[in-house]
């Protein structure tokens, strides 16, 4: 099944341009379903029926190449959703056989009230690490506990990062309608993709590894007033993760950035067809380098860093979890909720659970809880155990243990993204390999005061070919934008190649905010996103916006008659084109941090203040958001934690 979703997923959508080009023998052509359950086909091929607005193929036989078809006329968007949904329901099917078991710890049974050295809380990109590292001593006893379980096949698969979005692996948590941004947006509202399995988002996310920049973290230091944190000390901790495969770059003076020898295999995948549009940015005076993490070459153009080698996304399960699968003293459970950390006289003693079939258990933490649930979960999972804004637990019935600023300074990544009609292409498109990033990509850091050091925008650059399944399946799953919006970037990309050019804002000054909905563990956090709530953000995303779009000045996009798309929603006559055209295409960059940071909820060492004993080790640790993609980021942070956890504890390092 597996393998037919794969020979398929590229051209999976179908529109009447595809019929006469592709299709010899369509079996059928209608308008929209509309037919009752008991409409069916007989057919010498295959028989078929309509279920749910499915067609059902039983016991297919062809008789020629593609010899049955079924054209549905509707929105180009809303199909693509139809797909992904049936994908996904194809995929629940492979799920059953639990094919990529063997990669992860069994899972355990432990006892009600059974201890543990060490509870982590959340088996995401930081989690695993910590697992890993903390369990590498065999006399150390560590518990796991994750709400998803074993992350599924099409997790490992790089091009199929678009079907996880939304699917039963994503909390698929969505952000509160602020009636101002996202607005073009399926409903209105910022969609919080977050991984729910082992390797949590580093097991769906897209991919991008990117080291922090060094001011980033000297900027921590400052504000924590501990200069172990500053870029010097932490490279080290930068190399650990990393495994380059890259022989050009361990040839190259930028070697001395990278290590070769940690669990994440990262490596770069070079193209011919990125060559045109890095001229491009060449000709407006940027510089294109093959490596971006030295400290002197972050703002420049490149072919990017990805987690993928030897076919397969390096998640933080398959790499550090992976590595830890067979010790007796580590014990996973999954499908298995933390609703509350136990603390006892200001110390966190335990945690209590529910699993799926809602049998409720308490373990003990001899040592330390770690609170490594993500951006939301983290935080929730604090207010819940009475660790947060004082009036805000007191008003759900909370008793208050702590009165910290938990989840008041949410960040992310705020973007907007511009689509370029370019070249005339009528090819047979190839199939794309399902084992390699799905489009070629280019990524650019710029700073519009050339005397800057740290970028003010990042340019991520992907090009689709005409008539793109995986365009669609990007705008209308993965971005969730309006299908009115994704099927004017469909019609744009009819006998045209087309560039999807995201901008996104490197260091905004914008907050959000995670909230608890209720006392009640089982409701989803209130999340406000707050993109755009500094009206600064929106200005400088207006200038970035004008300053990328110089690229259509430049030879080669002359040369190809390219042109921006229109939106449709802004007057490019109008002195705030820009700033209506970064709202009408404004969405998240998945990049969510800062809700339990360092300085105002956690120490340098990453201890919740005021409660011994317990830590929070995730993106919401992190007390600025960096000029950078964060997985990389936050398996650093977890590395230092061990450490800092090992050191405490007097426990040698493995």
């Known amino acids: 099944v597996l393998i037919l979703i ?25 308008g929209r379903f509309s037919y009752g359950e008991d409409f069916s086909i007989n057919h010498h091929a295959c028989s078929m029926r309509v279920g749910d607005f499915k067609l059902i193929i039983r016991n297919y036989k062809p008789r020629f190449p593609h010899d049955v078809f079924f054209t549905v006329l509707m929105s180009a968007a809303a199909e693509a959703l139809s797909t992904i949904q049936v994908v996904n329901t194809a995929l629940q099917v492979i799920q059953t056989l639990q094919l990529t078991a063997w990669r992860f710890p069994p899972p355990c049974q432990p006892d009600d009230r059974s201890s543990f050295d060490f509870i982590v809380v959340g088996a995401g990109s930081a989690g695993c690490v910590l697992t890993n590292r903390l369990s590498a001593n065999p006399d150390v006893s560590v518990l796991l506990i994750e709400t998803g379980e074993a992350a599924p096949l099409e997790s490992e698969v ?43 988002s580093s097991a769906l996310n897209h991919l991008i590894y990117v080291q922090p920049h060094p001011d980033d973290l000297n900027e921590w230091a400052k504000i924590l007033k501990d200069p172990t944190w500053n870029y010097k000390n932490m490279l080290p901790y930068i190399k650990r993760p990393e495994n380059l495969v890259d022989e050009e770059i361990l040839a190259s003076p930028s070697a001395k950035q990278h290590g070769t020898d940690g669990p994440i295999k990262i490596t770069r995948e070079k193209t ?68 509350k950390i136990i603390i006892e006289n200001k110390k966190a003693t335990g945690v209590e659970t ?126 969730k934008f309006s299908n009115s919006l ?54 400088l995303m207006a200038a970035s916006l004008a300053d990328f779009n110089k690229v259509l000045e430049t030879s080669y996009y002359k040369s190809v008659d390219a042109k921006l798309v229109d939106t449709g929603f802004c007057d490019d006559s109008s002195d705030d084109y820009w700033e209506c055209m970064a709202l009408s295409t404004s969405s998240s960059l998945w990049h969510f941090a800062g809700s339990c940071g360092m300085g105002p909820v956690l120490d340098s060492k990453l201890r ?30 977890a590395e230092r934690a061990a450490d800092f956890i090992l050191d405490a504890w007097d426990i040698c390092h493995h």
């Open 486 to 539: 994704c099927d004017k970037f469909y019609n744009a990309s009819v006998g045209r190649t087309v560039i999807w050019s995201i901008i996104d804002l490197m260091i905004p000054k914008s907050r959000g905010k995670v909230l608890l909905k209720s006392a009640d563990p089982t409701e989803d956090p209130l999340v406000y996103s707050g993109i755009f709530s500094n009206s600064a953000d929106l200005k």
């Open 158 to 200: 790089p091009a199929l990062f678009p079907v996880l979005a939304s699917s039963s692996y994503d909390f698929n948590y969505t952000a509160v309608d602020d009636g101002y941004a996202a607005q073009n947006l399926q409903g209105q509202h910022v969609g919080l993709t977050q991984g729910k399995m082992l390797g949590g």
């Open 608 to 637: 919740v203040k005021g409660v011994k004993s317990l830590r929070v080790v995730d993106s919401s640790s992190m007390p600025t958001q960096v000029s950078a993609n964060i997985l990389a980021t936050v398996l650093i942070i």
């Open 6 to 30: 794969l020979r398929k997923f590229g051209s999976i959508v179908s529109s009447t341009h595809f019929t006469s080009t592709y299709y010899k023998w369509p079996l059928l052509t209608k």
């Open 272 to 339: 011919e067809s990125n060559q045109n549009i890095l001229s491009a940015f060449k000709e407006l005076g940027h510089r294109i380098l093959d490596d971006t993490s030295a400290p002197e070459s972050r703002l420049a153009y490149s072919e990017p860093f990805v987690n993928i080698a030897d076919n397969t996304r390096q998640s933080s399960a398959v790499t550090y979890l992976n590595q830890a699968k067979n010790r007796p003293n580590l014990c996973v459970l999954t499908q298995t909720t933390a609703n």
């Open 354 to 479: 529910i699993n799926n079939n809602g049998v409720i258990k308490k373990f003990k933490a001899k040592k330390e809880v770690i609170v490594s649930a993500g951006a939301f979960n983290s935080p929730k999972l604090l207010m819940l155990s009475g660790v947060g804004p004082k009036d805000h637990l007191q008003s759900l019935g909370i008793n208050v243990i702590a009165d910290l600023p938990v989840g008041e300074m949410l960040q992310d990544h705020s973007e907007s993204v511009l689509l370029y009609q370019m070249e005339k292409d009528d090819t047979p498109t190839p199939a794309a390999n399902p084992y390699k990033f799905p489009a070629p990509m280019t990524i650019g850091y710029v700073a519009l005061d050339p005397k800057q050091k740290r970028p003010d925008y990042q340019a991520i650059n992907l090009i689709f070919p005409h008539e793109s399944a995986g365009l669609l399946q990007l705008c209308s799953n993965v971005y």
